[in-house]
């Protein structure tokens, strides 16, 4: 098994290090690797609850160690589904130390955040919410004022509420000149893509703001990562700190296919995983809160400010792991 994920994930590894190069590939090097307006090249920075319930930090440190988005800052929250801050903050500084120690470079320090869902103002205006000015809104702000560039704009990728980038754009509007959301979140009614749960049901004012100041990237496309690492391969994994982090968090894993925060991660670093993509708008002619507790329903536009990814190809996902964490390339190798 573990032969065949190396032999598929060395032809995936192959084209995205061939899409990176840039030069004689593109017509032009600002050029998108895939089909979405971000690739390998734009920086990220994370935003999570727990550390234990999927892959998205693995992914992320793995990928910035091996040609993939340099991984700018990782904020970590509470949230209705992980409401103890001290916990979750516990278990990313596990992870962290664990990717250090193993020789993983580049791994950024902790942001920890605690702003509480935001509220509609009386009037109903987006500019009139009262900011929370938390310590993740203020990270984005000022990591996106230091590493976006015109046509490489930060990208912000969230396995939570968007509270902390509603936060900022609050903040500071310019924001959005900056960077690029993207969030796993919500479900598909065709031809509409909902902001409901997972995720989307946490802050619905903010997915209000986010939605229609920001450009947005929605992952719904459903992906088991119970099949990244089976029980049967975890004496396959390198004796290394993050190769035993691996293996105790594992168990923990979720079972439930559209709470793959690691979706964000993937859509943004290897331009092959998203499969079937569609741009749409925010439609808000009903107005907040109807539906209740979520945000604007994203319909079909081919304008619109919003990508939405349905069909992700996960198997490449799992093979990239396995190569990244059995033969993995170091940057600049």
Not at 167 to 191: E, F, H, K, Q
Not at 206 to 215: G, L, N, T
């Amino acid at each position: 098994m573990i032969t065949k994920r190396l032999s598929v994930a060395l032809r995936l590894c192959a084209s995205v290090a061939m899409a990176s190069c840039g030069g004689t590939l593109d017509a032009g090097h600002d050029v998108p690797h895939g089909l979405l307006p971000i690739d390998e090249r734009n920086p990220v920075i994370l935003e999570n609850d727990s550390a234990t319930d999927n892959w998205m930090g693995e992914y992320a440190v793995l990928l910035a160690n091996n040609g993939g988005p340099p991984l700018a800052g990782i904020i970590v929250c509470a949230s209705t589904y992980w409401p103890d801050l001290d916990a979750n903050v516990t278990g990313w500084t596990q992870l962290v130390n664990a990717a250090r120690a193993s020789g993983l470079e580049n791994v950024p320090d902790l942001t920890v955040s605690a702003g509480a869902p935001l509220t509609k103002p009386d009037d109903g205006q987006i500019d009139s919410t009262a900011p929370n000015h938390s310590a993740g809104a203020q990270h984005l702000i000022d990591l996106s004022r230091a590493l976006s560039l015109p046509a490489r704009p930060v990208v912000v990728l969230v396995g939570t509420q968007l509270t902390d980038v509603a936060d900022a754009y609050l903040v500071d509007p310019t924001i959005t000149n900056r960077v690029v959301i993207v969030a796993s979140l919500g479900g598909l009614r065709a031809p509409n893509a909902l902001m409901t749960g997972p995720n989307g049901d946490l802050d619905p004012w903010a997915d209000w703001i986010v939605a229609q100041r920001f450009q947005y990237v929605q992952v719904i496309a459903p992906d088991d990562q119970t099949a990244d690492v089976t029980s049967a391969e975890l004496g396959n994994l390198p004796a290394s700190p993050f190769g035993n982090w691996i293996a105790e968090t594992q168990p923990d894993i979720s079972t439930n296919p559209r709470a793959s925060d690691q979706v964000t991660v993937l859509v943004a670093g290897v331009p092959q995983f998203s499969t079937a993509v569609h741009r749409a708008s925010p439609d808000v002619s009903a107005g907040f809160g109807s539906p209740p507790g979520q945000g604007p329903p994203l319909v079909p536009d081919g304008n619109g400010n919003a990508f939405v990814v349905t069909e992700v190809e996960a198997p490449l996902a799992t093979s990239l792991l396995w190569r990244m964490l059995l033969e993995p390339h170091p940057q600049g190798s």
